[in-house]
């Protein structure tokens, strides 16, 4: 069934059959009921990324006050960026904004999950276009539940074994360096899914393995990941919410667009990931 009625009236309509569903029945003000909290959590982490077509730009407190429905916020997403002039102002990290931070610079055209290098890096994300682009400059997500269940139980099983070292060492902007090691798979809280967990940003390599095991194998991860059948988009217009869970989702921006692209955005605080 794509479209899925809870008792709540919320509807989660599927997008693919691996990943993102749009969601109906929620306006933006509500003021929503534990049961529809915990409705649209729990869909949050089965369709790891949700959809929301309000119609209209939403503002910066209708943003922060929808935030609520899907956890506690994080007061700075971690990464501090370096300046070369120290008077300058620091890109605010409330917003995405190709002008300030080049895709391609900052790396966010490289599929990834944020914040990996930390102990607890965030439970999810949101984002919604302050200034939408013209043309093209979407982002899409990859399911991470997808990417492990189309792997053989010979690769499930080795890489069930595995630690991974993430590190900021492949983002230079970053002010201060970071790294931290998380379970190569890990496990949903909520779904109980198994999930991979190793992204081209910040997954330095395996412990207890050689440089070239290590290399070759996170190169063949990398590529998996990059499979179309994982994958959702949104082309980003007025009014567009998306949430994504990122321990069981990966997304990146395609940086192939035209106009200002500038995103709203903030980060829910996570615990640690583990198998
Ligand atoms: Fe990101």
């Not at 700075?76 to 190709?98: L, N």
């Amino acid at each position: 069934m794509t479209v899925a009625i809870t008792p709540t009236g919320i509807r989660f309509e599927k997008m693919t059959a691996a990943i993102g569903a749009r969601v109906h029945g929620i306006a933006l003000d509500e003021q929503a009921t534990p049961q529809v909290v915990q409705t649209l959590r729990e869909g949050l982490h089965q369709h790891g990324v949700l959809l929301f077509e309000f119609g209209k730009r939403v503002e910066e407190e209708q943003f922060k006050n929808f935030s609520h429905l899907f956890g506690e916020v994080e007061p700075v997403y971690g990464f501090s960026t370096k300046k070369e002039d120290p008077t300058a102002k620091q890109p605010d990290a409330s917003y995405m904004d190709a002008v300030r931070q080049p895709l391609r610079q900052y790396r966010t055209n490289m599929w990834h999950s944020d914040g990996t290098p930390f102990e607890r890096p965030p439970q999810a994300a949101m984002l919604t276009p302050v200034e939408a682009p013209e043309l093209g400059g979407g982002t899409m997500w990859s399911s991470m539940y997808a990417a492990y269940e189309d792997l053989s139980s010979h690769y499930q099983r080795l890489l069930e074994g595995l630690t991974v070292l993430h590190s900021t060492m492949r983002t230079p902007f970053v002010k201060q360096q970071t790294q931290t090691t998380h379970p190569a798979i890990i496990r949903d809280p909520v779904t109980g899914k198994k999930a991979l967990f190793v992204n081209s940003i910040y997954s330095e390599r395996f412990l207890d393995m050689s440089e070239r095991e290590s290399d070759s194998l996170m190169r063949f991860l990398f590529e998996h990941v990059n499979t179309p059948e994982f994958h959702v988009g949104v082309t980003w217009r007025a009014g567009i919410v998306a949430v994504w869970e990122e321990r069981v989702t990966q997304h990146r921006a395609v940086d192939s667009f035209v106009g200002p692209r500038k995103l709203r955005r903030l980060t829910f605080k996570g615990v640690t990931p583990s198998a």
